[in-house]
């Protein structure tokens, strides 16, 4: 059966499960019911047996009684036998349970075994508890029968007492009690026949109770048994629908799973331990093995795919390492001309503000050259008008026509102008600290290249 037919069938067979159901409940209470009345049945049974065997009962007591009195005259026993026939005729309160031993405890001197019940004659019992029309017919002659049987009894014990019927049917004193014709009386064959004629319908009715109540517990029995079956019927049934609605959800979890639970869990296994080449075998495509199926052909495509990416992966990655390796030695070499540069740019830095410092001093010694040239300047003009004027006194010398000894035209301070020359020239280099005129005839001048060279030798960075 395939996984539609089970499906169209599985809401058919829940809902003759449901009315199965319905009907065990049914049958259910009908077993109920025929069990109550079965149970009441059988109790209305025993209840009749009872009143029965209380009515046969009575008579063997009034029998017991009444020969009892009439051999030993006690009047107690008259007395109990009268209360029988009142309690029976309803005439009395009925004892509790009275249907147990009673009298017997009576006569051994207990004046009331158990408290008394309720007022209610035999005959009104038997209307309650059911009796037929052909049950009471037998009663009525039963009855009739011992009314006789009652009569001789009295007859009996009135003759213990002296006393015997007059013409008008009353008993009235005759003499001495006649002991014999009362033994008589309750013993003789005329009482042997009235009590078979009481018990021969009392055993009638006997049977007629027997009767009835077989066939009402025959009644109930079978009712409670058709009852049962028709339970047992819908329970077989109800077992049966639940068997089927199992088969068609097994028969429907096996087309959903595509095979036996083993076999999928088998598959699931293999493939989950990394086994995908695990032979599945040919089902629907939309069960769960032909759903794990399709799985496994994309997982063999993800994983074929995932190791081409890998590889072309894996050899980027060593491209990248390699590049990396590259660009990390090139990155070290970068470092070291980094701190070569550094370490140029802090010399450069050192440098230039050595620089810095001898520009300063260089403007410095420019503003000292300045003012030296100046005074130079004036030095020169002085010189130059003093050589003007020697000149003109030359010429004014030759002009007069003196001419002087051989040898030096004498002049005040003329001498010291070479020598003043001559100081300027090997003038020391400490001279460019000093500025202003000498304390000489003359300014004392530096020497131009003697400054450079000092200034050159107190840069060194300049060389580099």
Same mark, same amino acid.
């Given at each position: ?32 019911g ?22 046969r ?34 005439k ?56 006789? %049987?009652v009569? $001789? ?9 002296? =006393?015997?019927?007059? /013409?008008? !049917? #009353?008993? @009235? ?47 109930a ?18 077992i ?13 979890? %096996?087309?959903? $799973? ?9 598959? =699931?296994?293999?493939? /989950?331990? !990394? #086994?995908? @080449? ?10 769960a ?41 090139r ?36 503003q ?60 020391s ?33 300049l060389?580099?």
């Open positions: 059966m395939n996984t539609a037919s089970s499906s169209k069938a599985m809401p058919y067979v829940v809902a003759a499960l449901a009315a199965t159901f319905a009907g065990l409940i049914y049958t259910f209470v009908l077993m109920k025929a069990t109550e009345d079965l149970n009441e049945v059988a109790d209305r049974r025993y209840r009749s047996y009872l009143l029965a065997d209380e009515l009962q009575s008579s063997d007591d009034l029998t017991r009684l009444g020969r009892t009195y009439v051999v030993t005259a006690n009047p107690e026993f008259e007395r109990e036998y009268l209360k029988i026939l009142d309690i029976r005729n309803g009395a309160p009925r004892p509790q349970d009275y249907h147990r031993i009673y009298w017997d405890f009576v006569a051994a001197g207990q004046s009331q075994p158990r408290p008394d019940g309720e007022t209610i004659s035999l005959q009104e019992l038997m209307v309650k508890a059911g009796f037929s029309d052909a049950e009471f017919a037998k009663l009525r002659a039963a009855q009739a029968s011992s009314d006789g %049987l009569e $001789l009894e009295t007859q009996a014990m009135n003759a213990v007492k002296g =006393l015997s019927l007059d /013409a008008q !049917g #009353n008993y @009235s004193a005759t003499g001495q009690p006649d002991m014999a014709a009362a033994r008589e009386l309750v013993h003789g064959a005329r009482y042997h026949e009235l009590k078979a004629q009481i018990m021969k319908p009392l055993d009638e009715f006997f049977v007629l109770v027997e009767q009835r109540t077989e066939t009402e517990m025959a009644a029995q079978q009712a409670l048994n058709n009852a049962q079956n028709l339970f047992i019927t819908n329970l077989v049934l109800l049966a629908e639940i068997a089927l609605l199992i088969y068609l959800g097994r028969q429907r979890t %096996l087309a959903q $799973l595509g095979s036996k639970p083993q076999v999928l869990g088998n598959v =699931l296994n293999e493939i /989950a331990s !990394g #086994n995908l @080449s695990v032979h599945i075998p040919p089902t629907s495509s939309d069960s093995l032909g759903l794990v199926d399709i799985m496994n052909h994309k997982l063999k495509t993800l994983i074929g795919a995932a190791s081409a990416t890998s590889e072309r992966l894996s050899s980027a990655v060593d491209q990248v390492s390699q590049v990396v390796g590259d660009t990390a030695e990155a070290a070499k970068q470092n070291d001309m980094t701190d070569l540069v550094a370490t140029a740019v802090h010399e450069m830095g050192l440098t230039v503000q050595e620089i810095a410092r001898s520009a300063g001093n260089a403007a410095t010694a420019s000292e050259a300045q003012d030296e040239a100046k005074q130079a300047s004036r030095v020169v003009s002085e010189s130059t008008q003093h050589i003007e004027k020697m000149a003109g006194d030359w010429r004014r010398f030759q002009g007069s026509g003196r001419t002087g000894r051989t040898g030096r035209l004498h002049r005040p301070g003329a001498g010291r102008h070479p020598r003043h020359l001559r100081t300027d020239q090997s003038a280099p400490q001279c460019r600290h000093r500025s202003g005129p000498s304390r000489g005839n003359g300014p004392r001048l530096c020497s131009g290249r003697r400054r450079g060279a000092d200034a050159g030798r107190a840069h060194p960075g060389d580099r």
